[in-house]
Nanobody, 127 residues
Framework: QIQLVQSGGGLVQAGGSLRLSCAAS????????MGWFRQAPGEEREFVAA????????DYANSVKGRFTISRDNAKNTVYLQLTSLRPEDTAVYYC????????????????????WGQGTQVTVSS
């Protein structure tokens, strides 16, 4: 059974930090790119960050660039998202997702390109 199990998240004041984790099982984790997306109430799911199978390629949404860091540990089948300098507008449910390819420069920002998803974790940033 393929699972992506998320942990981390919670309530933090503006300027604070959090780390999200996403542990994968049942799939060939080291052969897949991974992504993080978020969805605020009443909003569409939006791209946050993505990382290639080896970690050699990373990209971020402009809104989080310089504040968030995506990383992975293939030995632990886990992808991370470090969130720093958090702002109230970062409040959302965050989702990790597994892409079916090692990297695809054409569609890694498109949530429909991902085939497995974590359960989501709430991040709330108070002002």
């Amino acid at each position: 059974q393929i699972q992506l199990v998320q942990s981390g998240g919670g309530l933090v004041q503006a300027g604070g930090s959090l780390r999200l984790s996403c542990a994968a099982s049942g799939l060939s984790f080291s052969s897949r790119a991974m992504g993080w997306f978020r969805q605020a109430p009443g909003e569409e799911r939006e791209f946050v960050a993505a990382i290639s199978w080896s970690g050699g390629i990373r990209d971020y949404a402009n809104s989080v660039k310089g504040r968030f860091t995506i990383s992975r540990d293939n030995a632990k089948n886990t992808v991370y998202l470090q969130l720093t300098s958090l702002r109230p507008e970062d409040t959302a449910v965050y989702y990790c997702a597994a892409h079916p390819q090692r990297w695809n420069g054409a569609d890694y920002k498109n949530f429909e390109a991902y085939d497995y998803w974590g359960q989501g974790t709430q991040v709330t940033v108070s002002s």
